[in-house]
C-alpha cells in the first residue's frame, strides 16, 4: 500500500492537558496544566484538547477546567477543545470560552452506564440538546464515539454497532467532525481500516482518529485509518492518558512517535519532535510515570547535528 500524495499535511490533537492528565492520580496544578499547553504550542500544536467539563467527584484531575481556559493564552494560531458530556458541560464550555466542543458518544449501553451514568439512546437525545448550544455560540462541535472497536465490559463491538450509533448522531445534530475511539487500545488494522472505510462512504465529514496504545497497536492503525482517508490524529506527549471507566487502559499514542513516523514519511505535521519528546519527559517526571513513547526511550533519528 502506497500514498499518492506524501507531502500532504496530517493534523495532530493533542490531547495531553485532558486524556493525557485525568486518569492519573498525582495532581497537577492549574499553573502546571497552563505551561503544558503553552509548551505545547511551541512544540506546534495548532490543535488542543485542554480541557473536560465533567463532574469533578468522577474526575478530580478536570476539577479546574474553568480557571485553565481563563488562563490560557489565546491566539488565532490554536484552537482549544473542551470536551462535554451533557447539556451542563455544554453551557459550562461555552462560558470558558472554548474554540471547539467535543462530545463522546459511547457506542455501548454498558459503557455509557459506566462512563456517563447514562444509555446510548439517551446519549444522542442529549446529543442534540448540545449540538443546538454549540450552535448558538458558534462553536464547531465534534463526537467522538467511544469504545468504538471494543468495550471493557460489552467486549467486542461489531462495526455495524458503531456505524449505526454514529449515522444516528450525524442524522441529530450539526456535526464538523466523527472521531472513533479506540478507547481501550483493543482495535487492529483490518479493523480500524474497515471501519473508516465504511464511515467515508457515507460522510463527507471531517473525520478523526483517537488511538491508545494499550496493546502497542496504535501506530499499525494510524496507518490503517490514513489508507482510508483519515488525516487528523488525536494523541498526547509522553504517551499519557488513559479512561477512569476503562479498567487496563493505557496511554494514548504518544504525539512525539506519531509526528516521527508521519515525518519519516514525508507527511507535514509541525510538530517538533525533539520537543515534543522533552515535553512528554517533563510531564510524566512532574505525576511520577516513565514515558511510555519510543523516542524517549530510543531518541529521535536521525539525531540532530
Avoid at 74 to 103: H, K, P
Avoid at 118 to 137: C, G, K, P, R, Y
Avoid at 270 to 299: F, H, N, Y
Wanted: with cysteine.
Amino acid at each position: 500500500m502506497a500514498f499518492a500524495q506524501v507531502t500532504k499535511p496530517v493534523s495532530i490533537v493533542d490531547v495531553s492537558p485532558r486524556d493525557g492528565l485525568q486518569n492519573e492520580k498525582t495532581p497537577v496544578s492549574t499553573e502546571d496544566k497552563v505551561r503544558l499547553i503553552e509548551e505545547l504550542i511551541r512544540m506546534g500544536a495548532q490543535r488542543i484538547e485542554a480541557v473536560s467539563f465533567v463532574n469533578p467527584k468522577a474526575v478530580p484531575q478536570m476539577a479546574d477546567a474553568d480557571a485553565v481556559m481563563a488562563a490560557v493564552p489565546r491566539t488565532d494560531a490554536v484552537s482549544y477543545i473542551g470536551l462535554v458530556l451533557n447539556t451542563r458541560g455544554a453551557l459550562r464550555a461555552v462560558d470558558a470560552g472554548v474554540d471547539e466542543m467535543n462530545y463522546v458518544l459511547p457506542v455501548t449501553d454498558a459503557f455509557a452506564a459506566a462512563n456517563q451514568n447514562t444509555t446510548v439512546a439517551a446519549a444522542l437525545t442529549a446529543l442534540e440538546e448540545v449540538s443546538d448550544i454549540a450552535a448558538s455560540a458558534s462553536i464547531p462541535l465534534s463526537v467522538t464515539a467511544a469504545v468504538a472497536f471494543g468495550c471493557p465490559y460489552q467486549g467486542d463491538v461489531p462495526i455495524e454497532q458503531t456505524l449505526e450509533v454514529v449515522r444516528s448522531a450525524m442524522g441529530r445534530a450539526d456535526l464538523a467532525e466523527v472521531a472513533l475511539a479506540d478507547t481501550i487500545g483493543c482495535a487492529v488494522p483490518w479493523q480500524v481500516g474497515e471501519a473508516f472505510a465504511r464511515l467515508r462512504e457515507e460522510t463527507g465529514l471531517q473525520l478523526r482518529a483517537h488511538l491508545h496504545e494499550t496493546r502497542h497497536t496504535a501506530l499499525a492503525n494510524t496507518y490503517a485509518a490514513m489508507a482510508s482517508g483519515v488525516d487528523v490524529f488525536d494523541s498526547s506527549v509522553g504517551g499519557l492518558g488513559g479512561c477512569p471507566f476503562a479498567p487496563g487502559a493505557a496511554g494514548n499514542i504518544s504525539t512525539e512517535d506519531l509526528a516521527w513516523m508521519l515525518g519519516r514519511a514525508g507527511f507535514h505535521t509541525g510538530i517538533d519532535v525533539q520537543k515534543a519528546t522533552e515535553l512528554g519527559r517533563w510531564i510524566c517526571g512532574l505525576v511520577g510515570t516513565k514515558p511510555r513513547s519510543g523516542l524517549a526511550g530510543a531518541g529521535v533519528f536521525p539525531a540532530a547535528a
